[in-house]
């Protein structure tokens, strides 16, 4: 018998099968997968509150800039026109508050609520516009183009802060807990020793 058997024959008996298991470094259990802790809703509500009212304010100052350097300027130059401007510039407003209030409560939520509040809503603003619009070109002195034009330059003006907070809520910032990792893995390693 050589030795290549004696090594077969031991390969097969229990004891030395139970003696190579005691050898082995013991395996960790399989990690249970963790449930995901819901991440806590407020900051990010808080934020998006800040950026609704960032730019409800810059509606604010649209709003003002236009009465102040295009309204006010043709109401003194022919009141009619000045009117006309003046009027179209409510059913513009709402639409555009409606429209940002409506992104500022879904921009968290499921992609089909967020669509239905904002783009899906667009048909009520439009009959919102073309009533009052009825309602406003009923009254004789107003000039219909010019009531025309300044229905679409409000438009104009108040589609920026839609865009731009839609633009805002959707930027992820990165949490304080990945800035700190990525510090970490720019720091140079430590100097290993230099055997000598």
Known sequence: MNNRDLLRTLSGCKFYQNYLEAQRPAEPPPAK????????????????????????LLVVALLLGAVLLVISPLWLV?????????????PM?????SWMA???????????TFMALTLGATPVRLVLGLGWAWLVLSIPEVPFFVFVLGLMWHWLIFTVPELAMVHELGQTKPTKQAHTNDRRAESPAEPSEVSK
């Not at 997968?33 to 730019?55: G, L, M, N, T």
């Open 33 to 56: 997968p963790e449930k995901a802790k819901p991440s806590d809703p407020r900051p990010r509500r808080r934020r998006s509150r800040r950026v609704y009212r960032k730019y409800c």
């Open 93 to 97: 407003v709402l639409c555009a508050l």
């Open 102 to 112: 409506g992104a500022w409560w879904a921009w968290d939520k499921d992609r089909y």
């Open 78 to 90: 022919y009141p009619p026109y000045g009117k006309a401007f003046l009027l179209s510039m409510p």
